[in-house]
């Protein structure tokens, strides 16, 4: 299979004529680039296509949201297999544009995860293992949003889809030969769910890390504030930590200021970042303790017995992920074990659902 060279569409004339061409097209290979540094939202900055045989780089700086659309569109209406590695951040630029998200897709890291290679293969290793050709990552670190881009930058970034329309066909045959194909299906359109890419701001406290180790005020106040933040962050297109540092949501859940002299004695918050919020931060900190305030539990740890089925559970998914070469925690990551010892067969896990459950979850529900 050799692609054509490269080319860069930055008109609305040559992506229609580049539409009519891949809507005949039986797959079609994606990757995005796009910087993030400065902003809460990704900044799409280039997409690469091929359908094996013509290869393009879209400029989506260059062009109208209507002539994006277009693309976007022609996307949603083709049949043909989308097919990236490791998509969730693509999958992410779509959904913030689109709401939606290019189906079906065909993530080349799932498909060889589900063929043994490992549960979060990079691209380059996928390819070098696979193909035998070693990728110069030299750029990796290059400013998309910079025009003009260079020839040896558009080439590395068409080489993320150059070796996809490669591997594509090996990673197929091989799912179809294992009796695996339905299963990369299965997490494919899970993957595919928009929800997945949309953090909404009272749920925003789930990203803290350690949240448990807070006494139940001081995580009521954390939650307060990790939401306050994140909506902040989205309103304003800024990173989260532009607007307030993990450790100062700590530090400010635990001590509890009252007052600007105590909030400003924490020596965790920026000058502007005091003169701009400390009144709503003082608000938020008076105002998470009522009944409005977002409660987190306690988690319970396992008692005796919990622990002994939880024992049994891990030893039987590692005879299962062995016997079915993949890692263990592709088949059911530790939470979904620790749901299942809680909750039995009303826990709702992907451990209970789909292939999974017919390949170890009806066996682990056997010995709770």
Known sequence: MTIQAVNLIANADALGTAINLWSRAAWLALDTEFVRETTY????????????????CIDTLALQPAELQRLFDALSASTADKIFHSASQDLEIFVQLTGACPQPLFDTQIAAALLGEGDQ??????VEKRLGV?????????????????????????DDVRYLAQLYPLLLEELIARGRLEWLREDCRRATDPARYQTLPAQAWRRLKGLQRLAPAARSIAAALAGWREQTAQQRDRPRKWILEDDAIYRISERVPTSLAQLQALNVLQP????????????IVRSAGTENGVVIADEVPFDDRQKATFKRLQEALRAAAETLGMTTSLLAPRADLEALVRDGAGAKVPLLEGWRRGVVGEKLLGLI
């Open 41 to 56: 939202f990704p900044k799409l900055c280039l997409i690469q296509i091929t359908d094996g045989d013509t290869a393009a």
């Open 272 to 283: 502007k970042t005091l003169e701009r919020h400390s009144e709503t931060l003082l608000e």
């Open 121 to 126: 293969l990079g691209y380059a290793a996928l």
């Open 134 to 158: 070693k990728l110069d990552k030299s750029l990796t670190r290059t400013d998309w949003s910079r025009r003009p881009l260079s020839i040896p930058e558009l080439t590395y970034a068409i």
